[in-house]
């Protein structure tokens, strides 16, 4: 009995010593395998390789054409311009002071945007009025229409830059409170007016983008020695806020006569608010009136239909075969 477990366990010891021994080997040769790249990750890096480079070369061209387009626009451009140049110097700066309430302070501003209008007529002509003509012939109401849209794209670059304008001037208009809020607090921890105006252009970049550009150019401007009255009425001036402007009348006032800034900034982050709350209640109160269209013109003729058509329906089945019968 001792005999047979003995040569059970030395065989059963030697089954397992083996299969030990292939699993080492195999685990080892798989791992040797997996160090060196595979043949099909091999083709795969190529092929990702040869996409990259292709995606870069794209990349490059597309850079060479676009400064390629742009080289010839900025060529083309005062030329394109020429007939809509304005006349004296007062309809230049009422230009330049519209392209700049909306974001677009380059010298070159004014030039690109009467360039872009006349080519704006140039292809709304040409495109909306070959496309009509090709479609319908060359009729009266395809003239019509060909003027019409080289009017409308003749006005397009206005339109988006009021958009713009406007857009701008509601961002400062909503984040001027917390603005000041935040001017406050600097002032009253010790910071100069100037050191606030860059405290706050460091924790607004991201929340109110459109102020803390207007406050970093305020503060380059300052950098390079301007006197502060001219850049504060510039701030105001520039952006077309009536709010900021009365803020940069309130600070130059305050760094005139040395009254309190953060107090003055105070006040008038108040009555922005107040000013704030006000519209919104004017807005609500105007719901009413607006809501009125509407329900005459899409929702009262449904309902008289729903409440008044099956009693139509009635008296017409009922007093048609009456009235023909008495006949």
Same mark, same amino acid.
């Given at each position: 009995?001792?005999?047979?477990?003995?040569?059970?366990?030395?065989?059963?010891?030697?089954?397992?010593?083996?299969?030990?021994?292939?699993?080492?080997?195999?685990?080892?040769?798989?791992?040797?395998?997996?160090?060196?790249d595979s043949r099909a990750e091999k083709r795969l890096e190529?092929?990702?390789?040869?996409?990259?480079?292709?995606?870069?070369?794209?990349?490059?061209?597309?850079?060479q054409m676009g400064v390629a387009t742009v080289r010839l626009?900025?060529?083309?451009?005062?030329?394109?311009?020429?007939?809509?140049?304005? #006349?004296?110097?007062?309809?230049?700066?009422?230009?330049?002071?519209?392209?700049? !309430?909306?974001?677009?302070?380059?010298?070159?501003?004014?030039?690109?945007?009467?360039?872009?209008?006349?080519?704006?007529?140039?292809?709304?002509?040409?495109?909306?009025?070959?496309?009509?003509?090709?479609?319908?012939?060359?009729?009266?109401?395809?003239?019509?229409?060909?003027?019409?849209?080289?009017?409308?794209?003749?006005?397009?670059?206005?339109?988006?830059?009021?958009?713009?304008?406007?857009?701008? !001037?509601?961002?400062?208009?909503?984040?001027?409170?917390?603005?000041?809020?935040?001017?406050?607090?600097?002032?009253?921890?010790?910071?100069?007016?100037? !050191?606030?105006?860059?405290?706050?252009?460091?924790?607004? #970049?991201?929340?109110?983008?459109?102020?803390?550009?207007?406050?970093?150019?305020?503060?380059?401007?300052?950098?390079?020695?301007?006197?502060?009255?001219?850049?504060?009425?510039?701030?105001?001036?520039?952006?077309?806020?009536?709010?900021?402007?009365?803020?940069?009348?309130?600070?130059?006032?305050?760094?005139?006569?040395?009254?309190?800034?953060? !107090?003055?900034?105070?006040?008038?982050?108040?009555?922005?608010?107040?000013?704030?709350?006000?519209?919104?209640?004017? #807005?609500?109160?105007?719901?009413?009136? #607006?809501?009125?269209?509407?329900?005459?013109?899409?929702?009262?003729?449904?309902?008289?239909?729903?409440?008044?058509?099956?009693?139509?329906?009635?008296?017409?089945?009922?007093?048609?075969?009456?009235?023909?019968?008495?006949?």
């Amino acid at each position: 009995m001792v005999l047979f477990l003995t040569v059970i366990t030395v065989s059963f010891l030697t089954k397992v010593a083996i299969f030990g021994c292939v699993a080492v080997a195999a685990w080892l040769l798989l791992d040797l395998l997996a160090v060196g790249d595979s043949r099909a990750e091999k083709r795969l890096e190529e092929f990702n390789n040869s996409r990259t480079g292709r995606e870069d070369r794209a990349k490059e061209w597309r850079l060479q054409m676009g400064v390629a387009t742009v080289r010839l626009l900025e060529k083309a451009f005062p030329h394109l311009s020429k007939p809509l140049q304005p #006349k004296n110097d007062r309809e230049i700066n009422r230009l330049r002071d519209r392209l700049n !309430q909306a974001g677009f302070r380059s010298e070159s501003a004014p030039t690109v945007f009467l360039g872009l209008k006349t080519l704006s007529l140039i292809t709304g002509l040409f495109v909306g009025g070959g496309f009509t003509i090709f479609s319908n012939g060359m009729t009266q109401s395809s003239v019509m229409i060909m003027v019409a849209t080289g009017g409308v794209s003749f006005y397009l670059p206005a339109i988006v830059v009021w958009l713009r304008k406007r857009s701008r !001037q509601n961002a400062i208009f909503f984040g001027l409170p917390d603005t000041l809020d935040l001017m406050v607090v600097c002032v009253e921890a010790g910071l100069g007016l100037d !050191q606030a105006m860059r405290k706050v252009v460091e924790e607004m #970049k991201k929340s109110y983008a459109v102020i803390a550009e207007e406050f970093t150019l305020c503060n380059l401007q300052l950098q390079m020695g301007r006197a502060r009255n001219e850049v504060l009425h510039e701030l105001g001036t520039r952006t077309g806020v009536d709010d900021l402007k009365a803020l940069a009348a309130i600070l130059i006032q305050a760094d005139k006569f040395g009254s309190s800034i953060a !107090q003055a900034l105070r006040v008038q982050s108040d009555s922005m608010r107040v000013r704030r709350r006000q519209m919104a209640e004017e #807005k609500a109160a105007k719901t009413a009136v #607006k809501l009125i269209f509407p329900l005459v013109l899409f929702i009262f003729p449904a309902i008289f239909v729903v409440l008044v058509g099956p009693a139509a329906i009635t008296m017409v089945n009922e007093m048609f075969p009456a009235m023909s019968g008495g006949k």
